[in-house]
T-cell receptor, first 116, second 114 residues
Framework: GAGVSQSPSNKVTEKGKDVELRCDPISGHTALYWYRQSLGQGLEFLIYFQGNSAPDKSGLPSDRFSAERTGGSVSTLTIQRTQQEDSAVYLC??????????????FGPGTRLTVL | GNSVTQMEGPVTLSEEAFLTINCTYTATGYPSLFWYVQYPGEGLQLLLKATKADDKGSNKGFEATYRKETTSFHLEKGSVQVSDSAVYFCALSALSGGSYIPTFGRGTSLIVHP
């Protein structure tokens, strides 16, 4: 009965370093989303995976951001050459097959990234 | 594009007061509408949803009605408790570029005092 898990829960890095954030979705969920939540802001959509289809990357803010999803399950969000403005909470969510967008998302606890 | 606008917080109330958090949206087509809640130190979780016009979503004493004519989905509760203190996010899900990508509002912080 595990929910969505994310690791690490906190990450402090130096400007210019690369970071990898991990998301384990709920077993059987075909859809997986990454969001960024900055202080005082809403959730900013980053990328969406649905089954074996090509991901929707329309929300990635720059080419420093990339994500992959292996075997239709675990996903990794990679940020290269981190900048201070990348500091935020990165949230992962999963859902069962979207039925016309009516299905709820289940969120992980997030990874708080701090770039010094 | 799609957008969600919700009232800015924080909203500060005394216990047993009436709560309204306004939410309006812009979307093409017929979106589904959601309210998510984020309790301190926890992840977002679904509070309620409505998938078509005039539907009312309800959960834990909270209600919201999908109003297509005013493009609104205001969250209400008749008597709030201290345990309702959290951040509330209004969201919609609509077809965009072939995908159902949810759009979230900025969140409204609710603080309930005893």
């Amino acid at each position: 009965g595990a929910g969505v898990s994310q690791s690490p829960s906190n990450k402090v890095t130096e400007k210019g370093k690369d970071v990898e954030l991990r998301c384990d979705p709920i077993s059987g969920h075909t859809a997986l989303y990454w969001y960024r939540q900055s202080l005082g802001q809403g959730l900013e959509f980053l990328i969406y995976f649905q089954g074996n289809s090509a991901p929707d990357k329309s929300g990635l803010p720059s080419d420093r951001f990339s994500a992959e999803r292996t075997g239709g399950s675990v996903s990794t969000l990679t940020i290269q050459r981190t900048q201070q403005e990348d500091s935020a909470v990165y949230l992962c969510a999963s859902s069962s097959t979207t039925s016309g967008g009516t299905v709820e998302q289940f969120f992980g606890p997030g990874t708080r990234l701090t770039v010094l | 594009g799609n957008s969600v606008t919700q009232m800015e917080g924080p909203v500060t109330l005394s216990e047993e007061a009436f709560l309204t958090i306004n939410c309006t949206y812009t979307a093409t087509g017929y979106p589904s509408l959601f309210w998510y809640v984020q309790y301190p130190g926890e992840g977002l979780q679904l509070l309620l949803k409505a998938t078509k016009a005039d539907d009312k979503g309800s959960n834990k004493g909270f209600e919201a009605t999908y109003r297509k004519e005013t493009t609104s989905f205001h969250l209400e509760k008749g008597s709030v408790q201290v345990s309702d203190s959290a951040v509330y996010f209004c969201a919609l899900s609509a077809l965009s570029g072939g995908s159902y990508i949810p759009t979230f509002g900025r969140g409204t912080s609710l603080i309930v005092h005893p």
